[in-house]
């Protein structure tokens, strides 16, 4: 399973979210702004960290988290990205980058960055 799968999985789990997308989202997710959606994509691609008998035994990869508010929820910001942090610490990710708040100037949305990275076996 890709990285942006496994991601997937994890955040699905997460309440108040209205669609989660991998890798890209649909034209018709990009324009409805009324929405909560996540935006999955690969932000490191898997990256030997450890050898073993001239081979790479353990990868890091890193994905990054793209959350576009609706303008019409009244959801509390915080608590939804602390329930993807909680899924994702909980499923063995670390989170390697949080950005600054910032509003899409296009749509208006209050957006939210993460990355989070994690180690995975050969």
Known sequence: ??????????????PHLDGVYPNRLPDAAADDTT??????????????DEYGGDKATRFTRTVAINIFYGLS??????AVERAVFD???GAGWGETY???????PTTGQYTKV????NQKER
């Not at 929820?73 to 915080?78: C, I, L, R, Y």
């Not at 949080?98 to 899409?104: F, G, I, K, L, R």
Request: aromatic share 8%; hydrophobic share 40%.
């Open 1 to 14: 399973m890709s990285t942006v799968m496994e991601a997937k999985a994890i955040i699905d789990q997460v």
């Open 73 to 78: 929820k009244t959801d509390d910001a915080s």
């Open 87 to 89: 899924a994702f610490e």
């Open 35 to 48: 929405s909560t959606v996540v935006l999955l994509t690969e932000a490191q691609g898997d990256t030997p």
């Open 114 to 117: 993460f990355q989070f990275t």
């Open 98 to 104: 949080s950005a600054p708040h910032t509003y899409d």
